[in-house]
C-alpha cells in the first residue's frame, strides 16, 4: 500500500462521485431538437464533421514526435552530468550539433509555415 | 485496511484544498478582470462574492447533461474525466513544505511532465467525439499548440535539471537554498512562463476558445457536469504549474530560518502559497492585458522563435558549468 496508488484509485473516484451526482439530481428529457449538433440555427450538413484538415497540423505532430524523443534523450545526460567526465560531455555536444543540423534543415524547407501565400 | 483508511486520509487533505484554491482561482480572475475593467465583478453571494464559484458549481451540477446524437458516447464523457484525473494527480508529488509530499517521488518532475503530455488526449478526445465543426477545429488547433509548446516546457525544466542534478522536487528546493533559480536562470523563466501559458491556454494562446471564431473550440457541446470538468482541469492546472514555477525558479518552500518550526502552524506551506499567488495573479492580469494571436503566428512563434532561443540555452548552461570547472 503507498499513497500514490490510494490517490490514483481516489481521483477517478471522485470524478465518478460527481457524474454519479449529475445523474440523480438532474432532469433528463433530450427531444430531436435538443440533441441536434450546433451550427448557427440550421441542421448540420451531413459529411461536413470529420472533415479532411490542413496537413500542416500533421507536419508538426510528425515533428513533435522527433524532437520529444531528441529532447528525451537528453534527460540521462542532465542527471549524470556531474558523474561523467569531460568525455561524456564531448559526446553531448556532438550529438546536439546532429539534432541542430536537423533542426535547420526543418526550418530551411520552411515546414512551418501554415499558409501558401507566402 | 486502517493504513488504506490513513493513506486516503491524506489524499483527501491535499484534495480538498486543491479543490479549493480552484475555486477561488475562478473567483480571483473575475475579481481582477472586472477591476482591471473598472467594473465591480461578482459581489452578491456571500461577502464581495466569495460563495460564487460554489453556487456556480451547484447550478451546473443540477443542470441537464445534453447529449449531441451525432457524438461518440464514451469517448464524449471519458475526455473530460480524462483532463481532469489528468491535473488532478499533478498534485501527489509537489511539496508543500519540508516533507510535506504525498508522495516524495525520486522521479517527480518526469511525472509531472508525463501528467501534462496526457492531459492533450482530453483535449484531442473531446473534439473527435463531439463530431462537431467548432470542436473539430478547436481541437485541431489546441493540439497543435499543446504539442509545441510541451517542448518548450520540457526543455526548460532540463536545464535546471541541468543545475540541480536530481529530478526530485524536494532536492530542487533544497538546492535553491543559496540563491532562487529566477536569478541565475531569469530567461530560462520568461521561456518557460511563456510555455505555461500556452499550456494551460490562457490569453494570448487561447486559441482554442477563440469565441468569435470557434464559439467555445473543442467543448462546444459539452454541457453541465461535463462542462464543470473540463473547466475545473484548466483551472487546476493553473494553479499547479503556478505552484510548479515557484518550486523550480522562487525556492519554492524556502524562507528564513526563523519561519522553521514544528508546530501546526506551518508557515513554509503559506510561504509557498503567497508565492503562487504572484504567478496565479500573473495568470488573470496576461488575460486582462494582451490581445489574442493568430493560430499560424502561435505554431511560428514556437518553432522559429521559442525552441532555438530554448536549445540555445541547453547547450549554454552545460558549457558555463564545464568552463567554471563545476563539471570536471
Not at chain 1, 60 to 70: G, R, S
Not at chain 2, 106 to 133: D, E, H, M, P, Q
Amino acid at each position: 500500500m503507498n499513497t500514490l496508488l490510494i490517490y490514483f484509485l481516489f481521483i477517478p473516484l471522485l470524478v465518478l462521485i460527481l457524474l454519479a451526482l449529475n445523474l440523480l439530481l438532474a432532469t433528463h428529457n433530450p427531444d430531436a431538437e435538443k440533441v441536434s449538433g450546433y451550427e448557427s440555427g440550421f441542421s448540420p450538413i451531413f459529411g461536413q464533421t470529420r472533415i479532411p484538415f490542413n496537413v500542416q497540423f500533421y507536419v508538426i505532430a510528425i515533428l513533435f514526435l522527433i524532437f520529444d524523443l531528441e529532447i528525451f534523450y537528453l534527460v540521462p545526460f542532465t542527471v549524470s552530468i556531474y558523474s561523467i567526465s569531460s568525455y561524456g560531455f564531448s559526446i553531448f555536444v556532438i550529438f546536439f550539433v546532429i539534432l541542430t543540423i536537423g533542426f535547420i534543415y526543418e526550418l530551411g524547407n520552411n515546414v512551418i509555415n501554415f499558409s501558401t501565400r507566402e | 485496511m486502517l493504513q488504506a483508511l490513513y493513506l486516503l486520509l491524506e489524499g483527501v487533505t491535499v484534495i480538498v484544498p486543491v479543490l479549493l484554491a480552484v475555486a477561488f482561482m475562478t473567483i480571483i480572475e473575475r475579481k481582477v478582470l472586472a477591476a482591471t475593467q473598472r467594473r465591480v465583478g461578482p459581489n452578491t453571494v456571500g461577502y464581495y462574492g466569495i460563495l460564487q464559484p460554489f453556487s456556480d458549481a451547484l447550478k451546473l451540477i443540477i443542470k441537464e447533461t445534453v447529449i449531441p446524437a451525432q457524438a461518440n458516447k464514451v469517448l464524449f464523457y471519458l475526455a473530460p474525466v480524462l483532463a481532469i484525473i489528468v491535473s488532478l494527480l499533478g498534485w501527489a508529488v509537489v511539496p508543500f513544505g519540508t516533507g510535506l509530499a504525498l508522495s516524495d517521488f525520486s522521479l517527480g518532475v518526469i511525472y509531472t511532465l508525463t501528467l501534462s503530455s496526457f492531459g492533450i488526449y482530453g483535449v484531442l478526445f473531446a473534439g473527435w467525439s463531439a463530431n462537431s465543426k467548432y470542436a473539430f477545429l478547436g481541437s485541431l488547433r489546441a493540439t497543435a499548440a499543446l504539442i509545441s509548446y510541451e517542448l518548450i516546457l520540457s526543455s526548460a525544466v532540463i536545464i535546471i535539471i541541468v543545475l540541480t542534478g536530481s529530478f526530485n522536487y524536494t532536492q530542487i528546493i533544497e538546492s535553491q537554498i543559496p540563491v532562487w533559480f529566477i536569478v541565475p536562470l531569469a530567461p530560462i523563466f520568461i521561456l518557460f512562463f511563456i510555455a505555461i501559458l500556452a499550456e494551460t491556454s490562457r490569453v494570448p494562446f487561447d486559441l482554442q476558445e477563440a469565441e468569435s471564431e470557434l464559439v467555445a473550440g473543442f467543448f462546444t457541446e459539452h454541457s453541465s457536469i461535463i462542462f464543470v470538468l473540463f473547466f475545473l482541469a484548466e483551472y487546476s492546472s493553473i494553479v499547479l504549474f503556478s505552484t510548479l514555477t515557484s518550486i523550480l525558479f522562487l525556492g519554492g518552500y524556502n524562507c528564513p530560518m526563523i519561519f522553521i518550526n514544528d508546530t501546526y502552524l506551518n508557515l513554509e506551506s503559506v510561504i509557498l502559497g503567497l508565492k503562487t499567488c504572484i504567478f496565479c495573479f500573473m495568470f488573470v492580469w496576461f488575460r486582462s492585458t494582451f490581445p489574442r494571436i493568430r493560430t499560424d503566428q502561435i505554431i511560428k512563434f514556437c518553432w522559429v522563435s521559442l525552441l532555438p532561443m530554448v536549445m540555445a540555452f541547453i547547450i549554454l548552461v552545460p558549457c558555463l558549468l564545464v568552463s567554471f570547472d563545476w563539471i570536471v
